[in-house]
């Protein structure tokens, strides 16, 4: 159980640095505008758009193809307990990632609700979706031939 946790955190940290630096580069791209406009003020609201950012970014990713960059760096995937997993749970699982904090509270309450030890993020329990470890297919060796 701990392994898995351990899984998970460590999928959240490398999703973290990949969403950081995407906004370096968006920062750097969009900053000789800024400048050469002189509207500072744009980055009064940048905070918001890397809530936004880190929504879509879950949203998109776990809604296609059921995984983050992270998540698939150490075997992990996103589950529809019924159905098929979409956007609209994916977005819902998400909501306690806009600008990470309120991640903490989701997983706080996840677990004070804990029934028969199933444990996890409340809002995975609303969205009706679990994160699993995916199955690593392996190859079959191949017979070997035997020369006697």
């Known amino acids: 159980m701990q392994e898995f946790w351990g899984r998970r955190l460590v999928a959240l ?5 990949f969403i950081t630096l995407f ?7 969009i900053y000789p505008v800024v400048a050469l406009l002189d509207i500072y003020s744009i980055f009064n609201f940048w905070l918001i758009l890397l ?5 879509l970014y879950f949203t998109v990713m776990e809604g296609k193809w059921s995984t983050t960059l992270g998540k698939g760096l150490v075997n ?4 529809a307990k019924e159905g098929d997993m ?12 806009f ?16 029934a028969d030890g199933n444990k996890g993020r409340y809002l995975d329990k609303v ?15 191949k017979e070997q031939i035997n020369p006697n």
């Open 23 to 29: 906004l370096w580069v968006l920062t750097a791209i």
């Open 99 to 114: 600008l990470w904090i309120p991640l903490v509270v989701d997983v706080i309450i996840g677990f004070a609700t804990a």
């Open 76 to 79: 992990l995937k996103v589950q």
């Open 51 to 55: 809530g936004i950012i880190i929504l």
């Open 127 to 141: 969205a009706g979706t679990r994160v699993v470890l995916k199955e690593v297919k392996t190859e079959q060796p």
């Open 13 to 17: 940290i490398v999703d973290a640095i």
């Open 86 to 97: 979409g956007y609209k749970k994916a977005f819902l699982r998400n909501l306690s990632k």
